[in-house]
């Protein structure tokens, strides 16, 4: 249940048109559902603004689809990251209309409409390096879809051809963030933020030669970056980058909403 869904129901009970005991009902659940290989944290949407995601790695594919059938018994948007192909298989099977991305690993179940940006609705940029980081965009492009965020991709960027990066600053000076993703060196976030007045989460991908060392070299250069506005999240973490900027549009969001508010009351009096 989330913020909208709880303020409908509170409105339902004081408007007669739902009983007390029904309503009960509803919210047996919250804060948490215990399963025997899980516990389920119903509130996190209304306590956190993003609802719990199922981490597939690690889980039997009996377990994901359980998880997947209490999350989304409201018919919310329910996000699978890391699945393996039979946890995505299991998944299409239980879930017809859930949108299937095998190159990000993910399933995203009652998938919200896809949003234009707007100037009260700004995007964000996933900005990849190469082609091989990929797996780790599609990743934070999912998360953003779940999230109800305008996401507008940018790939194979890098800075090993820098104007193909430069044709696309206008665009990134009216994003309200940017997940910058690299490999190699991992120089890209460093001249993404140089570039942009808003917060750019860095993630350092996995993609590179020996001395890559699995993205620890471009970790570190991310997190030694000079340009000031620069967040790093750990290695090939797409979906951490996507949530914290789908945090920032949403904060933006609420804000524009009280300042209307605010000024719906103000004309009323």
Not at 34 to 56: K, N, Q, W, Y
Not at 76 to 96: G, H, K, W
Not at 107 to 115: E, G, T
Not at 137 to 161: C, H, K, N, Q, W
């Amino acid at each position: 249940m989330n913020t909208q869904q709880l303020r409908h129901l509170l409105s339902s009970v004081a408007n007669g048109e739902c009983s007390i005991p029904a309503a009960l009902a509803r919210l047996r659940s919250l804060p948490f559902e215990e399963l025997p290989f899980a516990t389920l944290d119903h509130h996190r949407s209304i306590r956190c603004g993003h609802a719990e995601v199922i981490f597939c790695s690690g889980k039997t594919t009996e377990q994901v689809c359980e998880i997947a059938k209490r999350l989304s018994a409201n018919n919310d948007p329910v996000l699978a990251t890391r699945t393996s192909e039979n946890q995505l298989d299991a998944l299409f099977v239980d879930f017809p209309t859930a949108l299937i991305d095998p190159i990000a690993h993910a399933a995203l179940i009652n998938p919200p409409k896809l949003l234009d940006p707007s100037p009260t609705r700004p995007p964000v940029a996933i900005i990849s390096a190469g082609t091989s980081d990929a797996p780790v965009a599609a990743e934070a492009l999912i998360t953003l879809r779940s999230m109800s965020v305008p996401a507008i991709p940018i790939t194979d960027v890098g800075i090993a051809g820098l104007q193909r990066l430069l044709h696309h600053v206008p665009t990134l000076q009216n994003c309200c963030a940017v997940v910058a993703i690299a490999g190699m060196e991992g120089a890209l976030p460093s001249v993404v933020g140089g570039l942009v007045a808003c917060p750019v989460f860095a993630v350092p991908t996995s993609v590179g030669y020996g001395a890559n060392l699995s993205g620890l070299a471009p970790l570190f250069a991310m997190l030694n970056s000079c340009a000031s506005n620069v967040t790093v999240v750990n290695i090939d973490n797409g979906f951490g980058a996507a949530l914290s900027a789908s945090l920032v549009h949403h904060q933006i969001l609420r804000h524009l909403q009280l300042a209307t508010d605010n000024g719906q009351r103000t004309t009323d009096k």
